[in-house]
């Protein structure tokens, strides 16, 4: 999957924090000016972080599909200012974002994904 009505999608693949099993989950993406990917933990406005932030909260490296490219990354959990730049950029992006976060009192985590090379 390489977009979902127009927009880039990636599949990030991470390991269960608790199985240690691989687990794969379709997001929506935006590239940055210094070529990481940036990706919100919005499950939808939902009151709970979804899994797939814990697993990545808990890993030093992650892999991603991104089209036919296969690329490891180290995870950065944004805060304060760089987080509030990102989040802006999402929601220009994807504007759904802004209305799942009126639906929750948590901060929608924005996650930036280092490429590693």
């Given at each position: ?49 979804p ?24 995870p ?6 760089e ?35």
């Amino acid at each position: 999957m390489n977009s979902l009505l127009g927009l880039d999608m990636l599949l990030l693949v991470t390991k269960g924090r608790k199985s240690g099993r691989l687990r794969s989950i379709p997001l929506l993406y935006l590239k940055d000016a210094s070529n990481s990917f940036l990706c919100a933990a919005s499950f939808g406005g939902s009151p709970t972080h979804p899994d797939w932030y814990w697993n990545v909260y808990s890993s030093k490296t992650v892999t991603m599909q991104v089209g036919v490219e296969t690329i490891s990354a180290t995870p950065q959990i944004l805060v304060g200012k760089e987080r509030c730049e990102a989040w802006k950029k999402l929601i220009a992006y994807y504007p759904a974002f802004a209305k799942y976060q009126s639906n929750t009192d948590r901060e929608i985590p924005v996650i930036k994904f280092i490429v590693i090379d």
